[in-house]
């Protein structure tokens, strides 16, 4: 028989090693902190537009394997790359992340280019908490009944 001493501390190193190596790791999307909605679809786009707190426009195209890289767009880039978008796949659907903070204009002037070219868009939101909230002016207790 032999001792498996020596195995956890070699199991617990590769545990350390893979933790510590996992927070170098960064993700290629944006953090764009999007309104809440209770709708919700089941559209999964394969492009992406964000619009940041910044008005800056990024793009992002995925297959069914993998996500694509961040491309940054300047205004005029956009319309370009929509019509490139639709011309490759006329049924597919766009997806516009916007954060919070972004003035409803220049959400609209997005959503506008790419109803011109004939594009499928839906606006991303984060759907709302399930847990319900008790109304302030709902009593907590009820009041004995008076005999």
Request: proline share 7%.
């Amino acid at each position: 028989m032999f001792s498996m001493a020596s195995m956890t501390d070699v199991i617990f190193l590769l545990l350390i090693f893979f933790m510590v190596t996992s927070t170098f790791v960064f993700p290629s999307a944006l953090e764009v902190n999007l309104p809440q909605s209770s709708q919700t679809t089941a559209v999964k786009p394969s492009t992406r537009i964000y619009i940041d707190k910044d008005l800056k426009m990024y793009a992002t195209q995925s297959d069914e394997n993998q996500e694509g890289d961040l491309m940054p767009l300047e205004s005029g880039q956009l319309e370009p790359f929509m019509r490139a978008v639709h011309a490759a796949n006329p049924q597919d659907f766009i997806a516009v992340y916007a954060d919070e903070s972004v003035p409803y204009g220049s959400i609209v002037e997005v959503l506008d280019k790419g109803s011109k070219i004939g594009l499928k868009i839906v606006l991303a939101t984060k759907p709302v908490s399930a847990e319900p909230k008790a109304a302030a002016t709902e009593p907590t207790e009820k009041p004995a009944e008076e005999k």
